[in-house]
Structures are given as C-alpha cells and as structure tokens.
C-alpha cells in the first residue's frame, strides 16, 4: 500500500516561491504515474502537473497551461519523493495541492498541503 505525505505548502507573497514535496512510503513510487492536483474554495480539483511513467526509469512532465513556464515537477527516485516547483506565484494560485500517484486501476492520494498566495 502507497502512502503519500505532501509537505511545503504555506503562505507566500505574489512573485515568490514554494517547493512542494510528495514522500512516498510502503512501497517503491517507480512505475506509478505521479501527479499534482490542486483544489481552491468552490471549485472542481485540477491538474497541475503529471509526471508520466514511460518504461523503465524514463518519465515525461506535462502541465496545466495556467502553470506552465512557472511550475517544474521532478521526482528523486533515490529518496521516493516527487516535488513541485512552483515560481512567481499569483494569488490565483492559491489552492489545497494534492500529490497522487496511479497506475493500472492503483491509484494513492495525499492529504495536501495548503498554499496561500497573497497579492
């Protein structure tokens, strides 16, 4: 069974920066397919960015258009976490951000972590 635990979420002022963090633990993350989603007040959870498993160790980053350019997601396969990156914040970005992980019918969420972007 897949835990995931986000962290690194919190309050940041507009333009600044926040590097959320996925731990996976119970068992190895290496052929899921790994994503971030966010939901704010009100409104459906989204995707941010996913982290698509293609063979072996080789995954490629896909990104909702509201975040591209700003938003970088990687995984360190060594310590089982995935991160996400996320530059020049907008307070537009503010939301719960929710780690997942899916495979085959598999599929894990994380608790989320909140980000609070202020203008």
């Known amino acids: 069974q897949v835990q995931l635990v986000e962290s690194g979420g919190g309050p940041v002022q507009a333009g600044g920066s926040l590097r959320l963090s996925c731990a996976g633990s119970?068992?190895?993350?290496?052929?899921?397919?790994m994503g971030w989603f966010r939901q704010a007040p009100g409104r459906d959870r989204e995707s941010v960015a996913r982290?698509?498993?293609?063979?072996?160790?080789?995954?490629?980053?896909t990104y909702a258009d509201s975040v591209r350019g700003r938003f970088t997601i990687s995984r360190d396969h060594a310590t089982n976490t995935v991160y996400l990156q996320m530059n020049s914040l907008k307070p537009e970005d503010t939301a719960m951000y929710y780690c997942?992980?899916?495979?085959?019918?598999?599929?894990?969420w994380g608790q989320g972590t909140q980000v609070t972007v202020s203008s």
């Open positions: 997942n992980a899916y495979r085959s019918g598999d599929e894990h």
């Open positions: 119970g068992r190895t993350l290496e052929g899921y397919n």
């Open positions: 982290l698509r498993w293609s063979g072996g160790l080789k995954y490629f980053p």
